[in-house]
Structures are given as C-alpha cells and as structure tokens.
Nanobody, 123 residues
C-alpha cells in the first residue's frame, strides 16, 4: 500500500530554518503531485505548498517567499524547506500524495496522507 513518512520536525527559534522530508513508497512517485499541509492547535488543517509531477510549485500566501517545496524522484521524496520561520508557523505538518499529475490547495486533491510531524517555532 502507499505510505508517506515525514521527518525533520522539531523546535526552532523565530527566524530560523527547518527542512521537512517525506519519503513515499507503494506507487510510482514521479507520476503524482505532492503537497504539504499543516494544522495548528485549535485550527483547521490548511494548505502550505504543492509540487506537480513536473516540479511546478504553488504556495499559500502566508509562506510564499519563505518556504520552498521540492521533489527528488530518484529518492521518492518530497521536501519542504522552511526559512525565516515565525511562531505562527507552529503546527503539525502533513505530507500528502495527490491522485494525479497536478494538485491544488484542496484536501480533496489528495488521496494519501502521512502521520504528521510537529514543528514548533519559539519567539
């Protein structure tokens, strides 16, 4: 079956950086778009970024210019590089696998989800 496993979360000070990784298995990774979502305490899960099968990218306005999504098809892995982090970036971050070549900000675009990794940004 399809599995998505996130890693790289942790505690960072405001202004710092973290890189999340999501290793996938169980399907041909290069044929599908991938995304990252996050859920802060007491809030709905929200879209962060997506990368198409051809590596075109799409970001939420709140992270544009600070976060970068990328993929390595040889390693079946998608990354989220987070720079200039803010306390409001604190959340559980989820990797998501889309059902097709392209995906957007809707959770309905995604068929598979990881278990999440905690990211905490201290002020």
């Amino acid at each position: 079956q399809v599995q998505l496993v996130e890693s790289g979360g942790g505690l960072v000070q405001a202004g710092g950086s973290l890189r999340l990784s999501c290793a996938t298995s169980g399907r041909t990774f290069s044929n599908y778009a991938m995304g990252w979502f996050r859920q802060a305490p007491g809030k709905e899960r929200e879209f962060v970024a997506a990368v198409s099968w051809a590596s075109s990218t799409y970001y939420a306005e709140s992270v544009k210019g600070r976060f970068t999504i990328s993929r390595d098809n040889a390693k079946n892995t998608v990354y989220l590089q987070m720079n200039s982090m803010k306390p409001e970036d604190t959340a559980v971050y989820y990797c998501a696998g889309a059902g097709g070549y392209y995906s957007g900000s809707s959770e309905d675009d995604y068929a598979y989800w990881g278990q999440g990794t905690q990211v905490t940004v201290s002020s």
